[in-house]
């Protein structure tokens, strides 16, 4: 794509940023009307959104119209995390909502590391906009057979059991509910949430933004050994899915705050530790497992922070998500900007790795002030949660 429309990586940065931008910008709005309107809606509404300007970034034709494209399809997409935290707060009780948000999460990975595995043959084959039209064509296909099968409230779907609804909680939708917005940002617990997420994901974007360059240029990894890199992603997927469901056992062991808490504090002390050893070790094959470690620590207490917007949140889950997935854009593009600055004024990368484990030890910190024992809206009436000792 960048040699037939002839983009610069200078010119390329701005593609993947301003997707960000817009991404981060409509968080909130289509999280709250998740809240509003429901996750059938909603949720069919981002996909076809999605699906339509996959499709058309098959048809782009020049560097702008590739911009405007993806500021598009970033404003579309937006709410699509915050508005499966709605479902998931309709569909299962508190204690089971970590486990849940572990699964959707370790699927979202393990999506991300096969995509390569479709996309460069059909590339290699067709040309790099057949995967546009390709993918596009899936997600239509998606909506389809999501707005005929799921439903916004339990017991509108006649297959669901009246065990399975007790052991739900039966949680009416609020159409039309106002958002209480001053509450919701006069709140402190609120503001510690989403200032933890700025913190674990300018750990996470490191991953994401900065890897094979360290690797490659920090650690002398040739280009058939960049292949590991691979390896803190895989590591990663395990995590999510471990650390949902420990997030719901020590829930169950040691109560709704703490057992929030223990997952989360583990989670990102490891990752400030691993981080840290990775700087200083000698050996690059330690190093890479160190970094798999440290990422596998953030994602361990990853479905934990979803589900602590579950808690808190209310019948506001989704404005809550917004929220919070606002504030770790925010830290995914301050890590983006920083971790070059500080490596070119340090000449090398010990010093930004040392400043992204200081923030994710401060994120373990942040767990500390954070209750999800205090609900900001109305929470459901929900006959499972006498299993939870709040």
Known sequence: MQEELKISLQAWGWVVGVFAIAYGAFEIPSGS???????????TRIVCWWSAFTCLTGMVSNYYS????????????????????????????????????????????????????????????????????????????????WYLWYRDNPGDKPAITRQELDEIGIAPMPHGDRQPWRAL?????????????????????????????????????????????????VL???????????????????????????????????????????AFTPNNLLALALLGLSYAGITFQQPAVWAVCLDVGGRHAGTVSGSMNTAAQLGSFLLSISFGYLATLSGGFNLPLIVVASVLGLGAVLWLKIDPTRCIGPQRSDTARTAVRI
């Open 236 to 278: 990663g997927a395990l995590a999510n899915g471990c650390g949902g469901f420990a997030s719901d056992l020590t829930v169950k062991r040691l109560g709704l705050k703490w057992g929030r808490r223990a997952t989360g504090i583990a989670g990102l002390s490891a990752a400030a530790i691993f981080m840290l050893a990775a």
């Open 33 to 43: 009307l998740g809240d509003r309107i429901g996750a059938r809606r909603v949720l």
């Open 185 to 233: 940002f006069r709140n402190g617990n609120l503001w510690a949430v989403m200032t933890l997420a700025l913190a674990y994901c300018y750990g996470m974007y490191f991953f994401i933004s900065w890897l094979p360059t360290y690797l490659a240029k920090g650690r002398g990894f040739r280009e058939n050994e960049l292949v590991l890199s691979t390896v803190p992603f």
């Open 66 to 145: 590739l911009l405007l494209t993806r500021f598009c399809f970033g404003m579309g997409e937006a709410g699509a995390y915050p508005t499966t935290a709605t479902s998931i707060s309709r569909w299962f009780p508190r204690a089971e909502r970590g486990g849940a948000f572990g699964i959707v999460w370790m699927a979202s990975q393990a999506g991300a590391a096969l995509s390569p595995l479709l996309v460069v043959p059909i590339q290699m084959r067709y040309g790099w906009r057949a995967s546009f039209f390709l993918f596009g064509m899936i997600g239509m296909a998606w909506c389809a057979v």
